[in-house]
């Protein structure tokens, strides 16, 4: 397997990944309301850098920030999602939210228009966010590019960046990233500066623990942070807290491509597009005839129609049970495991479409 911030690929062994990152398990005793989100109940959310911090503020009702990031770059899909659904939970817990619109990472290394990428932005992603809960309240949705019309909150979140670029060294970089170039520096070093910079007087008035939700292939990222936090003493940082999720699998079982619209599940895909896609594409564990999918069953550990009921569209735990040991008895075919994951994500889009048109009339709100 190779996990790289930039590439994803073979067969994923997340307990050795756990290992070779230096994460940990995800705590066992967690606060009721994680415990009954399907995420972290289903253990989509695996690992964690000092979510103990996080914990104790949400156990005893303390202040706290959670920070992430969006790449403005083709159509919303159901990976965008896992992120999306912790912004809202950790907003309904009480967490301030800063939320980034990496436009200027994506300028340097995917699209040299800075408009069309706003309008992808608030398009795709922003509205988005909105018709799955997004609330204005305990928010901070800002670009890369033009980070405030406050100049001395932009000036304080620009002059991060630059001093973070003294703490760190090229083979530092190097050692992290493995292979590294000066874009890919720098990008690096204004995403520390998303990071830590919540914590800066400006912006809250005290450092304030800040939790980072991500995928495992991002955890670079969060390391340099986290050191570049240490060593910068003119400020007291709070050591940064992460949580890291499985990769949710392209509909060919491959990572998810915003190029490829038959490698995933948009939220603004129509019920027939859902249909094909699940039928046409979608990677099935089950056997390659019916009568040996009848004797030896499938595997749904493997099939991404199961998976994505797992992750999103079925959180009846008795419901979801029934489905994988029908599936794995050879009881429940592919194409009736199919039929009901399209019936579920096109019965979700519905009502979700329906938002999303509200969302469109808050937009202004928001930015």
């Known amino acids: ?3 790289t911030p930039w590439e994803v690929s073979g067969n994923i062994n997340y307990d050795k990944l756990i290992k070779d990152f230096g994460v940990k398990h995800l705590p066992t005793q967690l606060p009721k309301k994680l415990q009954s989100n399907i995420l972290f109940k289903r ?36 990976g965008h999602r896992v992120v999306a659904d912790q912004i809202i939970l950790y907003q309904k817990l009480g967490a301030k939210i800063y939320l980034a619109v990496a436009d200027t990472e994506a300028y340097n290394s995917r699209n040299p228009n800075l408009e069309e990428l706003k309008k992808v932005a608030i398009k795709e992603y922003l509205i988005n966010y909105i018709a799955l809960g997004l609330s204005t309240k305990n928010l901070d949705f800002y670009f890369q590019s033009q980070r405030s019309k406050d100049g001395v909150k932009s000036n304080a979140y620009y002059s991060l960046a630059n001093l973070a670029s003294r703490h760190a060294t090229f083979n530092e970089f190097k050692s992290i990233y493995g292979e590294i170039d000066p874009g890919k520096m720098t990008s690096s070093l204004l995403q520390t500066a998303d990071m830590l910079h919540p914590q800066l007087k400006e912006f809250e008035n005290k450092p304030l623990p800040t939790i980072i939700p991500v995928g495992i ?28 999720h499985t990769f949710l699998p392209g509909l ?42 009848r004797k030896k069953g499938g595997n749904p550990n493997i099939d991404v129609s199961f998976i994505y009921l797992k992750t999103f569209f079925e959180p009846n735990d008795n419901k979801l049970k029934k489905l994988h040991d029908d599936y794995s008895s050879g009881k429940l075919l592919t194409s009736e495991l199919k039929a009901i994951t399209v019936r579920k994500i096109n019965s979700f889009l519905k009502k979700h479409q329906k938002k999303r048109e509200k969302a469109k009339k808050q937009i202004d709100k928001f930015i």
Do not use: W
């Not at 969060?222 to 940064?240: P, V």
């Open 1 to 3: 397997m190779k996990v």
């Open 43 to 78: 253990k989509t959310i695996f690992a964690h850098r000092d979510f103990e911090i996080i914990l104790d503020c949400i156990k005893n009702r303390k202040p706290f920030v959670m920070m992430t990031g969006l790449m403005p770059s083709g159509k919303f899909h159901l």
């Open 217 to 244: 292939d991002q955890d670079p990222h969060l390391k340099i942070a986290r050191d570049i936090s240490q060593r910068i003493k003119i400020f007291k940082f709070q050591q940064l807290s992460s949580t890291y």
């Open 252 to 293: 060919n079982s491959g990572k998810m491509s915003s190029s490829d619209p038959n490698s995933y599940i948009a939220l603004t895909d129509s019920a027939s597009e859902v249909d094909t896609k699940i039928k046409k594409y979608a990677f099935s564990g089950g056997q390659k005839s019916l009568d040996e999918h």
